[in-house]
């Protein structure tokens, strides 16, 4: 069966919708679901206005469908630290369907489809910290990678249960993941150091240097050979994922998420209610309103973006929640 895929993010965070569209600084408000102070938001995953998906910690998985907040029911109650997706469609139809994938704790690993949320084979016990997918099959590759603690896993087929790692070194702890094709893939790691992957099977990593020490926490490609990395004491890079170079950025604290819709449109966030924003020459500090730890970001549109952190924290930089798709968000999610 051929696979009509569109790709929308990875996010490591919920969103809304309408705001800048310029160089302005964006104006976020805070949409926080009621409930939720206690929990740490960790990741998001945006297909489109009106459907959002977030992990958190204790199994939680949280949905926005446009119009409420609802606690989709999990099979784990291990802490979870990323969720990714990909809406796709059968060639012919016009019926989209939704596969969701979430990583955290001792291994877990949780898939998504019409029927809901099941857990996966456990290819290790260890935390996985992060999971991309790639928007295209060409060349052919793996379909889902994951990241964590001493290794790096692999999926084959979208929607399937045939987790494997493809890569371990003891001592290192695997992070944000994103790429430009199935066969290049970017990990981030400790000491300066962010992993390329390649081979048909991914079976092939090595560490690049970024000439410092911090950690890089989270990768984002904004299109083929082009990535921007972010992490500890306020780090920012641009490359090619081999050769980096960095970028000034206005802070110090650690950046725990990066995320764009364009070169000229990017975004990073962090500890103590850190936003940053990369407008195509600088990065520049945006005013969140919140102290809270922020860990994921994603989006739709540019006046769409959504950012997660701790204690059930919700920003966004739309004026409202987007009601309008909500008819289509929800046959994708249930997969009419």
């Given amino acids: 069966m051929l696979l009509f895929r569109v790709f929308l993010a990875v996010c490591f965070a919920a969103v809304m919708s309408s705001g800048f569209t310029s160089n302005a600084e964006a104006a976020w408000k805070t949409v926080s679901p009621s409930g939720y102070s206690g929990s740490t938001f960790t990741g998001i995953w945006q297909p489109q206005p ?11 998985i949280i949905q926005n469908n446009g119009t409420k907040w609802t606690a989709l029911q999990s099979p784990t109650n291990q802490n979870l630290t990323a969720v ?16 969701l994938y979430a990583v955290g704790s001792q291994g877990a ?34 379909a889902m990678v994951a990241t964590g603690q001493d290794g790096i896993f692999v999926n084959d087929l979208m929607g399937q249960n045939n987790w494997r790692q493809v890569y371990h070194l003891n001592g290192v702890n695997f992070q944000g993941l994103s790429g430009d094709s199935p066969r290049h893939v970017l990990a981030g790691a400790s000491a300066g150091n962010i992993w ?3 081979g ?26 082009s990535f921007y990395a972010v992490g500890s004491s306020g780090l920012a890079l641009h490359g090619n994922g081999s050769v980096w ?28 209610g850190t936003i940053l924003r990369f407008d195509g020459n600088a990065w520049n500090l945006e005013t969140s309103n919140t102290t809270q730890d922020l860990l994921g970001v994603c989006g739709s549109s540019a006046s769409d973006v959504t950012v997660v952190g701790a204690n059930g924290t919700v920003l966004n930089n739309g004026a409202s929640l987007n009601h309008a798709t909500l008819a289509a968000a929800l046959a994708i999610l249930l997969g009419q």
């Fill in 245 to 272: 170079q960095s970028m000034s950025t206005p802070t110090s604290r650690t950046l725990r998420a990066v995320w764009g819709t364009s070169a000229s449109n990017v975004y990073a966030v962090g500890d103590q």
């Fill in 196 to 198: 390329t992957g390649g």
């Fill in 200 to 225: 048909s099977q991914l079976e092939y990593w090595y560490p690049y240097p970024t000439n410092g020490n911090q950690d890089i926490t989270a990768i984002w490609s904004d299109a083929p050979g």
């Fill in 109 to 142: 690993m949780l898939h998504y489809n019409a029927s809901g949320w099941q857990l996966q084979n456990n290819a290790t016990v260890l935390k996985l910290n992060s999971v991309w997918g790639a928007s295209t099959t060409t060349p052919a590759g793996p």
């Fill in 50 to 60: 009106g459907l959002r998906f977030i992990s958190a910690s204790n199994g939680a």
């Fill in 84 to 99: 990714w997706g990909q809406v796709y469609q059968n060639n012919g139809t016009s019926a989209a369907k939704v596969n």
